[in-house]
């Protein structure tokens, strides 16, 4: 099972910039998908972008889309998640994800889907 540790968060301004890495362990199929996930205080976790290990897909969340962008280094086993033009809504613990399974494109919107989870790195947009 694949093993990920987040890291990069911090607090930034509004309109700043942050770019968060997913360093993966273990052993990485090639139906690898990471996805990207936050959870605001008193709110549920969110959907926020999925990559594909093997293609580089990547498909985002409409609240982020245009600001934020996956992207990945296979040969250094991370998963970043670079985020532009930070609003203060977008304050929230992020966590990536990893899971195995081909699903619809769909599915990988649904925390539920993954199964091996990191520990969150918490994105602070003051204003």
Known sequence: ?????ESGGGLVQVGGSLRLSCVASGRIFSSTTVG??????????EFVAHISWS?????YADAVKGRFTSSRD??????YL????????????Y????????FPESYYRMSQRYDS???GT???VSS
Do not use: I
């Open 36 to 45: 990207w996930f936050r959870q605001a205080p008193g709110k549920e976790r």
């Open 1 to 5: 099972q694949v093993q990920v540790v």
């Open 95 to 102: 966590y990536c994800a990893t899971t195995t399974v081909y």
């Open 55 to 59: 293609s580089g897909a990547t498909y």
């Open 122 to 124: 918490q994105v602070t």
């Open 74 to 79: 296979n040969a250094k086993n991370t998963v």
């Open 117 to 119: 989870w990191g520990q």
């Open 82 to 93: 670079q985020m532009n033009s930070l609003k203060p809504e977008d304050t929230a613990v």
